[in-house]
Nanobody
Framework: QVQLVESGGGLVQPGGSLRLSCAASGTILNYSAVGWYRQAPGKQRDLVAAISRGGNTNYAESVKGRFTIARDNADNTVYLQMSRLKPEDAAVYYC???????????????WGQGTQVTVSS
């Protein structure tokens, strides 16, 4: 069974930065597309960014230019660098392994436990 572990969340002021990490047992991340999602209280879980096995990426419009997804195959980790954070970015962030096809990301069955991001002054 695949286990995904997110880390790096925390409290940050508006305009600040955080880097989230998604790690997994074994080398599954090296061979999978990965998506980062977020879910705020009372809202649905939405895709924030995704990266294909080959490094192609896509982003939600609300985070374009501020967030960057990247993979480090040597560390079997996928990162989400978040900059110029806004209060509306506050949520629990989850990573997922899935399929990336023609610019679209399709989530798979495996999710991490999530990491909380709070943006507040």
């Amino acid at each position: 069974q695949v286990q995904l572990v997110e880390s790096g969340g925390g409290l940050v002021q508006p305009g600040g930065s955080l880097r989230l990490s998604c790690a997994a047992s074994g080398t599954i991340l090296n061979y999978s597309a990965v998506g980062w999602y977020r879910q705020a209280p009372g809202k649905q879980r939405d895709l924030v960014a995704a990266i294909s096995r080959g490094g192609n990426t896509n982003y939600a419009e609300s985070v374009k230019g501020r967030f960057t997804i990247a993979r480090d195959n040597a560390d079997n980790t996928v990162y989400l660098q978040m900059s110029r954070l806004k209060p509306e970015d506050a949520a629990v962030y989850y990573c997922n392994t899935g399929v990336y096809d023609s610019g679209n990301y399709y989530p798979g069955a495996y999710w991490g436990q999530g990491t909380q991001v709070t943006v507040s002054s």
